[in-house]
């Protein structure tokens, strides 16, 4: 198997669309939005969708999962932020966009979160056609918490995790499998997250079981009693388990993930023979640099043709 790996520091054919309920993508409106993707009321499960205006589909699809500490945020990407700019980049492309919501740590811990994203996922293949989407050309994308959502979905996707990372949330009979997986500033080793912040010299953050990661497993991820739970949550340990191509983007001053993080899941794929790539860029973290620069927007939309164009 030839591996992609590659590390840098960066500064500074069309069918007929497919009938259905498509409307043109606005930099502003979804084409479709509060889309219910898990087949109930539960308001946490829906995704808004936009599709580009300028070419006909079958659309190779980004699912872009939000961060927020797993805590907070939402699927809305309003066109002045950098989430716009992104999906605005990739809209010109030819890239259709699905933003996902899922349920937060208040309410239900790991894997809930990644049960949601998957269950997403399943949903958009099975309705692939009623959009125009391309079916075997999903990729994944995410920031921070998201970042860690979206490795999770693409190295454990079409049930390489296994029953207790798949889920049964929504319809289950499409795989959740991805071609691809760009992750911003990802966080993938719970274990070590608040020793790598010291590491960094970086000012003290919550740990324990009050902290975010800690929310996320249910108790203190450096707690033996939880090793399992975070060692189960962490991106790290379930590298090799497909070959999916992996972009992780992170800032050298990123004291709220260190970028050591990547550094170590960046090892760990490249050790395991998974294509993996990785952008470094001066600034810390959801630094406006990753959206925002045309060097670090050219190196995320070279990545997604070459293993979703072609």
Known sequence: MITAAVIAVVVGSTSASATGDISPMSSRVPSQSDV??????????????YLPQATSGPFPL???????????????????????????????????VASVRYRFVSRD?????LHDVKAAIRFLRIHANRWGLDEKRFAVAGDSAGGQLALMAGLTGGGAGGDS???????????????AVVAYYPVTDL?????????????????????????????????????????????????????????LMHGTTDCVVPQSQSRRMY???????????????????????????????????????RHLQH
Request: with cysteine; aromatic share 6%.
């Open 36 to 49: 219910a993707y898990a087949g109930d009321t539960d308001t946490a499960h829906r995704l808004d969708l």
């Open 62 to 96: 980004v699912v872009f999962v939000h961060g927020g500490a797993w805590s907070f945020g939402d699927k809305a990407m309003p066109v002045n932020t950098s989430y716009g700019t992104l999906r605005k980049v990739l809209a010109e492309r030819g890239y259709a």
């Open 165 to 179: 990372l798949e889920g049964r949330v929504g319809a289950v009979e499409a795989s959740s499998a991805v071609r």
């Open 109 to 113: 811990p790991f894997p809930a979160q």
């Open 267 to 305: 090892a760990a794929l490249r050790g395991s023979g998974t294509p993996v790539e990785m952008r470094l860029a001066p600034g810390g973290h959801s630094a406006p640099v990753f959206y925002r620069d045309p060097a670090m927007q050219g190196q995320v939309l070279d990545f997604l043709d």
């Open 191 to 247: 274990v070590r997250l608040f020793t790598d912040r010291t590491s960094a010299g970086c000012p003290v953050i919550a740990r324990g079981p009050r902290s975010a990661e800690g929310r996320l497993v249910g108790g203190d991820p450096e707690a033996e009693s939880m090793r399992e739970a975070a060692l189960n949550a962490s991106p790290l340990s379930h590298a090799g388990q497909t070959r999916t191509p992996v972009l």
